[in-house]
T-cell receptor, first 112, second 114 residues
Framework: SQQGEEDPQALSIQEGENATMNCSYKTSINNLQWYRQNSGRGLVHLIL?????REKHSGRLRVTLDTSKKSSSLLITASRAADTASYFCATGPMDSSYKLIFGSGTRLLVRP | DAGVIQSPRHEVTEMGQEVTLRCKPISGHNSLFWYRQTMMRGLELLIYFNNNVPIDDSGMPEDRFSAKMPNASFSTLKIQPSEPRDSAVYFC????????????FGPGTRLLVL
């Protein structure tokens, strides 16, 4: 069964707007990662946040982690048409040294 | 540096045929993962190798699936016999650390079993 569930399942915004995606998970984690998947392609790692971190930035990406609520959010600022893709959160559960459990993804459409 | 390489990129076969998917991880990476992605079940871990040794194959659906890693630069996932419900995109990923850190994915093999 999937550990992470993204919300919303789909998001459509205008270029230049910000996009926020949320991820909830069930068990204690070592880290949480976000990946992007363009149509017909493999997943590309975006950012990793560890369980003892609350916020992390990378370029136009901002990730927050609230371990008390078992949730994370990914914010993409000043979105571009090229940001159109599916975004997945992946959790590294504390009871495993190697597993990543992927959520169901959010499909983001950025309209030019 | 080349990323994870998978072949073939697309495979169409008939039910009952043997299918072999291939993966070359990033040089120097010691962990390799095979995943299957479907609309219904999302991305599922099939098998995990560390230093060429299968560590966790609990995600392999049934005996029709087998995977090998004869050396650090090559792995195969075999389905024999194939069934229509095996239709999916199969990804290979590798990491340098062996832990649940950043995974580098290949482009995937899109398999269609008729």
């Amino acid at each position: 069964s999937q550990q992470g569930e993204e919300d919303p399942q789909a998001l459509s915004i205008q270029e230049g707007e910000n996009a926020t995606m949320n991820c909830s998970y069930k068990t204690s984690i070592n880290n949480l990662q976000w990946y992007r998947q363009n149509s017909g392609r493999g997943l590309v790692h975006l950012i990793l946040i560890r369980s003892n971190e609350r916020e992390k930035h990378s370029g136009r990406l901002r990730v927050t982690l609230d371990t008390s609520k078992k949730s994370s959010s990914l914010l993409i600022t000043a979105s571009r048409a090229a940001d159109t893709a599916s975004y997945f959160c992946a959790t590294g559960p504390m009871d495993s040294s190697y597993k990543l459990i992927f959520g169901s993804g959010t499909r983001l459409l950025v309209r030019p | 540096d080349a990323g994870v390489i998978q072949s073939p990129r697309h495979e169409v076969t008939e039910m009952g045929q043997e299918v072999t998917l291939r993966c070359k991880p990033i040089s120097g990476h010691n962990s390799l993962f095979w995943y299957r992605q479907t609309m219904m079940r999302g991305l599922e871990l099939l098998i995990y190798f560390n230093n060429n040794v299968p560590i966790d194959d609990s995600g392999m659906p049934e005996d029709r699936f087998s995977a090998k890693m004869p050396n650090a630069s090559f792995s195969t996932l075999k389905i024999q016999p194939s069934e229509p419900r095996d239709s999916a995109v199969y990804f290979c990923a590798s990491t340098a650390s062996g832990g649940a850190e950043t995974q580098y994915f290949g482009p995937g093999t899109r398999l269609l079993v008729l």
